[in-house]
Each structure stands twice: as structure tokens, then as C-alpha cells.
């Protein structure tokens, strides 16, 4: 099993740009998919994106679409979550996770998700 460990996140401006990473340890010759989700307190876990093991299906939510994009690197074992105009309600606790998966399938439900890391905070300004 992997250890999931996201960085990146911070307080930025309407408009801005962000690039969260997701890097992975431990068990790192399996093949994961990955997902990010968000949360705000108070609020529903949301998902924002997903990748499939081998990078070839990346699959960004509708409101992401256009302004997110998800990458990898397996070769650092790690997942990128590219964010570019940036707006107030995309602030929340940005959480990355895995699943043991050698198809291409991507996984866009948290229950499908059973690693997780600790989160990054993403806040964006007015």
C-alpha cells in the first residue's frame, strides 16, 4: 500500500494559478489510479479529477473542465492537479487518493478511493 502526501496548496488571488502535487511512497511498483477531491467544512467531499494508472484517461469534473487538468509522473510516483483562473469558490481542502487498478479505467466516487492523503488548503481571494 502507498502513502499518499499532498503540497503545493496556499492563498492566491482571483485569477491565479496552482499546482498541487499528490507524491506517492511504499508501495510504489503497484499500478493506482488516482483522484483528487475537495472539501469545504460543512460541505459534501467533491470530486475534481482523476487519472487512470497508466496516465492515459485523465477525467476532470465539469466545473474543473477547461481550468483543471490532471497529469503523472510515475517515474516520481507522483499526480499533479494543474489549476489556472482560479475563483473564491474553488478555496476548500484538496485531498488526493489511490486505488490499486491496472486497467484504464478512473475512479470519479470517493467510496472507490481507499487511500487517502491529509489534504492541501487551497484559498482564493476575491
Known amino acids: 500500500q502507498v502513502q499518499l502526501v499532498e503540497s503545493g496548496g496556499g492563498l492566491v488571488q482571483a485569477g491565479d494559478s496552482l499546482r498541487l502535487s499528490c507524491a506517492a511512497s511504499g508501495d510504489t511498483d503497484s499500478m493506482y489510479a488516482m483522484g483528487w477531491f475537495r472539501q469545504v467544512p460543512g460541505k459534501e ?7 487512470s494508472g497508466n496516465g492515459r484517461r485523465p477525467y476532470v469534473a465539469e466545473f474543473g473542465k477547461g481550468r483543471f487538468t490532471i497529469s503523472r509522473d510515475n517515474a516520481k510516483n507522483t499526480v499533479y492537479l494543474q489549476m489556472s483562473s482560479l475563483k473564491p469558490e474553488d478555496t476548500a481542502v484538496y485531498i488526493c487518493a489511490a486505488r490499486e487498478a491496472y486497467s484504464g479505467s478512473v475512479y470519479t466516487t470517493n467510496n472507490e478511493y481507499p487511500i487517502w492523503g491529509q489534504g492541501t488548503q487551497v484559498t482564493v481571494s476575491a
Not at 467531499?45 to 487519472?51: P, R
Request: proline share 0%; aromatic share 14%.
Open 45 to 51: 467531499q467533491k470530486f475534481v479529477a482523476a487519472i
